[in-house]
């Protein structure tokens, strides 16, 4: 530690040094204090000499003792502090604003240091504080909002705030911040200065946003250390691998990345380490890789650079298909390469692409067929293809000659007879173009070339339901491409040729979209549920790190084409199996070359890992040492025994006191903890109250608070149950056993107990607690269960019967209702011990989601959950917290009429 690190808040309190001489004198001047002795007999006094003596002194050891006693409080007075940190004027409060967009994840750390440091001032110079964020948040039930300006907060407060405080997925809005500003005129008045947490990215609205803020205070811009932005724009599947396009500043120097592809659950399937060359602001990789690895891949990220710009996900897009082409056994090469060149140039970037017979596809089980005309070879494989449509393959057709019929099997719709001819000779007619596709079609939002034009198509009978079979139609209405469901496969039929005879729609970049539409339908691991969904729902979301986590219920689903992420529209993966879709943060960001320019009278700093630290607390303690030093010391030298008389007992007692004294408060200085978490444990212990475990994941912390509190309400309009607030409680740190229910939801990357946490857990359950584990996506066999809570004492899990008492002990149910309607699973034998109540329930279905009320909480609320599956939500909730509170008492009622038989005998 070096001395010119230390400042005095209060130097002026240093004068009092100077009386220190003066101390020093009077207690070496002092005489030390007599001796009381039993005076002798007179004749022992003859013949003594009379001698003078000098008073005796006090011991050079106890003057600097005190000395040095008064000098630490002196300096304390003073308060000296290490570090010190002049972010801003000492006049006035502080408004800190925190860019907690996108770009702010990769140096969140380092954001959260600067956080403390700037409280850690406030609280040495007494300022309060405001706090702004940059990132929006949803608001409403559909809608987003920049959060308001939080203030004025003590720095007790504002850290609390901050240690909520996360980076967002999305970008920051500064003219919604802007506006904010401007409204806040009250305190526009007492801020003495702004702080601004902020990396050196120029996005728009940040420098004007810098120009109106130095109207209202002195700004100091607080920079990450490391200016080094990164992200994945794209990621494009190639014949030989893959090619990602990576967007970052302009470096100096060249610098040196790798690039992970994760697999399944994480598995790192690739680490590629590339150069970025220096001065430049965009980089293409080339990597190689064979077909089935690259098809495994579920993400591609930026080794150490944790961000959801640095992470691209892939979804159904990303999978290479297998598509046979059927062709007849006596075709020649060269008739294949003239009549399927646009198709195979269509197909082959995305799809192994095989030319054969129909008996031989069927046999290595690809998953698209693509027939053109009459199917060949339809006759003795006519069972063979109907199975493996019906099993889940998807069957593509496409008009054949026009002097060739395509048949009237396997077809969506039914067709008439000869085809439609216009824009020729012989026809009045001119050429169709395309209408924009329906909103039910998977081609919503490609946007159509103005010159692609039919000139000839198949014709489509009538039907009732020919709108819902329609892809594609022409101006005129007439169906272009049509599809429907065949138990899990799919029947899709192109009415024109897949050569350029009938249009110029092969021809075109639209054909190739067309298929990287067409493809992700053909799912080989998951067929075809039959219907093709509009709204795609969120699967999985990333926060602002790159991480992957369930959807709460603020998340929307999502519809084509795609936006940019938002707060209702996180990136993430929205739809299920083929249809699923990938919505990544970087192909919608804009250039991160270019660093901001702030205006002329901002002052820029660097963060640092320098907090600024306290030394008058350090200063008294050691000041209350050496004193409680001092008092054991004297009596050690006088032999001071606890049984002398009253005046000897009063002096000892007086300097044990002190000793006591200054131990605890030592103990107090040292002591992080307060009194707040006694009064916590006081409060849970004389009030029941639910709680759940805390994750660490702001969004699903929040929904679970939010759903038990809502239970909670349910139970105080409906039953007797008059329960305290919820608390969110972390099994490593806080007593348990004041809560008779504990809802614990599962998270992605959870990371395992400490042994600390695991005896806490066993020991709740084994003393009557009760824990509902939820997965929150109906996922409910219990060997995941056992897989992520390895070390804990589970028991034994069985799906419960339909006549269980959680079922009766209110209402009268007979599923786990929840925002899904999935098995629920508990102890296959309860302890009896506990009155055979089951400790450990399991299931997946989001029942904190269920559990919300919808008053005042818009924005948290699910929207794909009816009002009567919440209503039976609640009741379920119900029946489980009197399940828990009264045991299986329910369980006697039900058998009372054998009991009383019995009791008869």
């Not at 070096?2 to 101390?23: D, E, K």
């Not at 069985?798 to 007979?814: G, K, Q, T």
């Not at 302890?831 to 005042?856: C, I, K, T, Y």
Request: some cysteine; hydrophobic content about 40%.
């Amino acid at each position: 530690m070096s001395l010119s690190a230390i400042t005095f808040l209060y130097p002026a309190m240093l004068a009092g040094l100077m009386v220190l001489p003066i101390v020093w004198l009077l207690i070496r001047s002092a005489p030390r204090a007599p001796k009381q002795i039993t005076f002798p007999a007179a004749r022992l006094l003859r013949g003594l000499k009379s001698q003078r003596r000098d008073v005796q002194r006090a011991p050079i050891w106890q003057t600097i003792l005190r000395c040095l006693i008064l000098t630490l409080l002196i300096v304390a007075a003073a308060r000296p502090v290490m570090n010190r940190n002049e972010f801003a004027q000492n006049n006035g409060a502080i408004l800190i604003i925190v860019d907690n967009g996108w770009s702010s994840a990769p140096e969140w750390s380092q954001y959260r240091s600067a956080l403390d440091q700037i409280i850690n001032k406030a609280r040495f110079d007494l300022q309060s504080v405001y706090i702004a964020r940059t990132a929006p948040e949803a608001a409403g039930a559909t809608t987003w909002k920049l959060p308001d300006i939080v203030g004025p907060l003590s720095p007790r407060g504002a850290q609390d705030l901050i240690g909520r405080l996360q980076p967002r997925p999305w970008a920051a809005d500064y003219f919604a911040l802007s506006d904010l500003i401007s409204n806040q005129q009250e305190m526009n008045t007492t801020i003495g200065s702004v702080l601004w947490l902020s990396d050196q990215m120029a996005n728009p609205g940040k420098s004007e946003l810098a120009e109106e803020l130095l109207q209202i205070a002195p700004i100091t811009v607080i920079e990450p250390t490391i200016n080094d932005r990164i992200a994945v724009r794209s990621l494009i599947r190639s014949r030989t691998g893959l090619i990602a396009t990576l967007s970052h500043n302009r470096g100096d120097t060249a610098r040196t990345i790798n690039l992970l592809a994760r697999g399944e659950r994480g598995s790192v399937l690739l680490r590629h380490n590339a150069e970025i060359a220096a001065d430049t602001e965009q980089t293409e990789l080339t990597v190689l890789l064979p077909s089935d690895i690259a098809n495994a891949i579920q993400t591609v990220g930026i080794e150490g650079r944790e961000s959801a710009a640095t992470v691209f996900q892939t979804g159904a897009r990303w999978q290479q298909r297998r598509v046979g082409v059927i062709v007849s056994s006596g075709d020649s090469p060269a008739v294949l390469s003239d009549r399927y060149f646009f198709l195979d140039r269509a197909l082959s970037p995305y799809a192994d692409v095989i030319y054969q017979p129909l008996g031989k596809l069927l046999e290595q089980k690809v998953d698209v067929l693509v027939a053109t005309g009459p199917i060949s070879g339809l006759g003795s494989q006519h069972k063979n293809l109907e199975r493996w449509v019906n099993d889940g393959g998807m069957l593509v057709r496409f008009a054949g000659d026009s002097s060739t019929e395509i048949g009237n099997e396997f077809l969506p719709v039914t067709l008439r007879l000869g085809n439609r001819d216009f824009g020729g000779s012989m026809s009045w007619e001119k050429p169709k173009r395309l209408l924009d596709f329906p909103e039910t079609s998977p081609f919503f939002g490609i946007t159509i070339p103005p010159e692609i034009t039919i000139t000839r198509q198949l014709l489509a009978e009538p039907d009732p339901d020919i709108l819902s079979k329609t892809w594609a139609r022409l101006t005129d209405g007439t169906p272009l491409i049509t599809s429907s469901a065949q138990n899990a496969g799919r029947l899709v039929l192109f009415h024109v040729t897949p050569w350029a005879d009938w249009s110029n729609l092969p021809m075109s970049g639209l054909f190739v979209e067309l298929w990287q539409r067409i493809l992700p339908l053909a799912s080989p691991s998951n067929p075809n549920s039959g219907e093709l969904q509009t709204s795609l729902p969120p699967q999985s979301v990333l926060d602002g790190f790159g991480q992957a986590h369930q959807p709460d219920a603020m998340i929307l689903p999502l519809r084509a084409p795609l936006a940019t992420p938002t707060p209702r529209h996180p990136p993430g993966i929205y739809g299920e199996n083929g249809q699923a879709v990938a919505l990544n943060l970087g192909p919608f960001l804009g250039s991160l070359a270019n660093d901001v320019t702030w205006p002329s009278g901002i002052d820029k700093r660097k963060i640092t890992d320098h907090n600024q630290i306290d030394l008058a607390a350090l200063c008294l303690i050691g000041a209350l040492l050496l004193l409680v030093i001092d008092g054991l010391t004297l009596l050690a030298v006088h032999h001071v025994s606890l049984r002398r008389n009253r005046q000897s007992n009063a002096a000892t007692s007086t300097l044990i006191a002190l000793a006591m004294l200054g131990t605890s408060t030592i103990t107090v200085l040292l002591s992080s903890t307060t009194d707040g978490n006694a009064a916590t444990l006081q409060e849970a212990a004389l009030s029941p109250r639910l709680a759940y475990f805390e994750t660490g994941v702001a969004p699903v912390d929040r929904l679970s608070q939010a759903g038990m509190a809502g239970l909670t309400e349910i139970l105080r309009r409906r039953s007797a149950a008059d329960l305290s607030s919820v608390d969110g409680v972390n099994p490593e740190t806080d007593e348990l056993s004041f809560y008779p229910l504990i809802y614990w939801p599962l998270v992605d990357g959870q990371k395992p107990f400490s042994e600390r946490a695991r005896d806490r857990l066993n020991k709740y359950l084994e003393n009557g607690g009760m824990i509902l584990i939820d997965s929150r996506d109906r996922e409910v066999e219990p060997a995941r269960l056992r897989r992520l809570l390895a070390g804990l004492e589970i028991p034994i899990l069985d799906r419960a019967p339909s006549d269980h008492i959680v079922f009766r002990s209110f209402y009268l149910l007979d599923h786990a209702y929840g925002r899904f309607s999935a098995p629920i699973w508990l102890d296959a034998r309860p302890d009896q011990r506990l009155d055979g109540v089951a400790s450990v329930l399991f299931g997946g279905n989001d029942w904190a989601s269920a559990w919300m009320l919808p008053e005042g909480r818009e924005e948290m609320r699910a929207e794909d959950i009816s009002p009567r599956q919440r209503e039976m939500a609640f009741r379920f909730g119900v029946n489980l917290v009197m399940y828990a509170l009264t045991g299986s008492y329910k369980g006697d009622q039900v058998h009372l009429p054998a009991i009383l038989e019995r009791l008869g005998r």
